[in-house]
């Protein structure tokens, strides 16, 4: 059974939250969407509310999910993306990444995305305006 990988796409007035890895070494500078592994016994959205607070020191409201499946490590996980919003007028910090960006539609490729996550940037393009 492969294991489960949740992201956050998290949306704020029109932009979508990037990470930049800090680890490990083979991932630096590589961006992604913030999440993780799903834990036994959580449901993908509490892993995803979890992951935001351990990484990002944020409480997340969860919504629907952003692209399809995606096959990670020859099989061994699948990621799952939802989009998500922030509440309680939380401001991300990055705790567990080297550095993070607000993204417009128009901005998503300026950065390298890490292989995982690049479907989901193009599935945000249309969601995002573009700061033209």
Known sequence: MPRIIVGAAIISNGRVLACERALPPEMAGRWEFPGGKVDPGETEEQALVR???????VDVEVGVRVGGD???LDGAAILKVYLARLVNGATPVPLEHSDIRWLAGD???TVPWLPADAPIVVALQPLLPSTA
């Open 51 to 57: 992951e935001c607070q351990e990484e990002l020191g």
């Open 107 to 109: 901005e998503l490729d």
């Open 70 to 72: 995606i096959m990670m």
